[in-house]
């Protein structure tokens, strides 16, 4: 075994992807001193997401304040990695950890427009946005005005719409959008297929957990498919029916009406930005892993689409995850996936297990490496 | 993958040994169809090692009503095996399941002796006792007595001496013993240390569970200290120092005193009984396991007794585990195991993972199957 791939996603609440890297590289050379090991952690699309992408390919982290609602001003960021792509993170400029603010009729996306101008100023050649962990519901609005878009109440009025006001808009103008941006390539992290509106859509389905009550949720929603109907007159951008539209409290949407972008599953994007591939070419092993495999995350989440392009490639994939569900050995071996092993070494519950995962996992993959390394001897 | 051999531990109060065998061979079948399967449960010396002995190498079960003090006669059995030895579990006959009595001042191991010289009649050539499960403490001599050893009292009167009467042992004659029973080669499954007497003897550590409170343990304890000075004075046998003298109530010294018996580990007696280096010679694989597999269970136990005959034949051998402890990988590696797999796939505390325990031990051994196959054809 001269060389193992590390790709792994978070295992949620537990250990970073960063960390079960560290963890499973120190494993490896435990048993293997020689092996050389390629850690590619997976962004999430979540907080890290730009760490990760950095941890894996080197760069620089790009420092901002940009604007919020209620304070002066939050430190936000953004990455710029070695080929002139820029990465960022919704959870850096709108994320529940910048803003205290718990009402999606007023938190704002303008500090993600403010991050992607910039990185556009600075020349960037392609932009990874980040979905996940937004506090935000006003369908991208705030950063596409921060990026120079207008929108203008029907008395002609210019304002930078909330999720309160997005029922506001009379008129999208998009002739003042940043030259630089307009350009830009964007490709959109997006891992569900939520719609923009309705009974699955933004705010019905995440508007609880940023803060919305019932009544809030249903003006929020109207907010929304208000939004849609002036994108399509005006933009002739139709993300009614794009799935993947209500991701980020429409930001989704707002990211392919305003930016342009292209919604991905944010596994693939970072699979072509890590040049997966190419690393593929001369390994003998590929280790992933995600805190659950379960049907759910069978349907293009880390494991499978790490496995499906190895699968191409002739390289075996191990999947070290926490729990593994009912019903996922068999479809998980045709995707690619060649074992799956759990680190749950005692019978115990989750609260417990976690404060062992680190232990755990650096056992499992010792083992993994023991047990194969013996097998091939002999056989 | 032509030959895997199965040599399983009974996964304790969740799957006995043939279980885990059947769903074994059923897991390695959905993946191997072609490979042949060789299963030899391990009997643990507990209730269900005769049946273990019986599934691995055939063999009759004999059934007989043998004595038990407060009831008429309990349905007795052993097992009589293709190569003539006879199988005596103590739990089929003076176990806690076959008496009601809670107290070891008066259960007796008679019926244990009635199976050895039913056994020895019928020309068993060799005798394998099983000492788990009992609920005596009468160091062997009603078993002893059943096969024609005289007890006397000071008096001269003849008895059947029980826990609560060792003391009025004044001597012991054991030319009357059967001559069958005299010539029969006896081996005794000892998995414990605990000297005859004392601190860690039979009553004061195993009484408790058989009804004894702390005045009954002193007074057994007196009785069993009694019996191995007439062992010595009256047979020439010491077994005061000897470890495992206090098996099962002081059988473990009475089968050495009374019927010669060699005391050894009981994995190595089903070793050698199933002929397992015989089966390892063209074996590809061995699957072993245990419920637990720690510090303690290292010192001797199933999984490390199968792994050193392995290891000398050169065939890998996976533990297939309920829970593995911490610091034992190194250790079981050492001594010949290649891989410890755990069947644990959710992190959900035991109660809840016994229900699943066949599923997942069928889904881990699929898993290690396909891994293994995956690996051996690419590398």
Redesign the interface.
């Known amino acids: 075994m001269k060389k193992i791939v590390l790709v792994p996603d978070s295992f949620k609440g537990t250990m970073s992807s960063e960390t079960i890297c560290t963890v499973m590289e120190r494993a490896i050379h435990t048993r293997l001193p020689e092996a050389q090991t390629v850690s590619l952690p997976v962004a999430d699309g979540g907080e890290g997401s730009v760490d990760a992408f950095l941890t894996a390919l080197g760069g620089e982290k790009i420092f901002l304040q940009v604007a919020e609602p209620d304070v002066d001003a939050v430190d936000g960021f953004y990455g710029l990695l070695p080929d002139g792509t820029a990465v960022v993170e919704m959870a850096a400029a709108a994320g529940l950890p910048q803003t205290k603010l718990r009402d999606p009729e007023r938190t704002t996306t303008y500090g993600v427009g403010e991050l992607l101008a910039h990185a556009a100023g600075r020349g960037a050649k392609k932009l990874i946005l980040c979905l996940g962990g937004s506090a935000t519901n006003d369908g991208g609005c705030g950063a596409a005005a921060a990026c120079g878009v207008r929108f203008l109440r029907a008395g002609g009025e210019c304002f930078v719409p909330v999720g309160g006001t997005l029922r506001e808009i009379a008129r999208v103008d998009i002739s003042n959008l940043d030259p630089a941006v307009r350009k830009l390539p964007v490709e959109t992290m997006c891992d569900i297929d939520n719609p923009l509106c309705g009974d699955s859509g933004a705010a019905a389905i995440f508007g609880p957990q940023k803060g919305a009550d019932a009544a809030m949720i249903a003006r929020l929603d109207a907010g929304l498919a208000c939004l849609a109907e002036r994108m399509e007159r005006d933009l002739g951008v139709s993300v009614r029916d794009l799935p993947g539209a209500g991701a980020a409290g429409g930001m989704g949407a707002g990211s392919v009406a305003f930016f342009g972008a292209a919604l991905r599953p944010g596994i693939e994007t970072v699979l072509d930005t890590v040049h997966f591939e190419e690393q593929l070419r001369d390994a003998d092993l590929v280790l992933t892993g995600e805190g659950k495999l379960d049907t759910q995350s069978l349907r293009g989440r880390v494991v499978i689409g790490v496995a499906r392009r190895a699968k191409k490639c ?1 390289v ?1 994939v ?1 999947a070290i995850v ?3 569900g ?1 019903d996922v ?1 068999q479809p998980a ?1 045709e995707a690619g996936v ?5 680190t ?7 609260e ?3 404060l062992r995962a680190e ?1 755990d996992l650096a ?1 499992t993959v ?3 490496l ?3 390394t ?3 001897r ?2």
Request: glycine fraction near 8%; charged fraction near 20%.
């Open positions: 002739g075996p191990a926490g729990d593994i009912d050995q071996y060649s074992g799956i092993f759990s749950n070494r005692l019978a115990v519950p989750y417990q297990a976690r232990t056992a010792e083992n993994l023991y047990w194969t013996a097998m091939r002999r056989l």
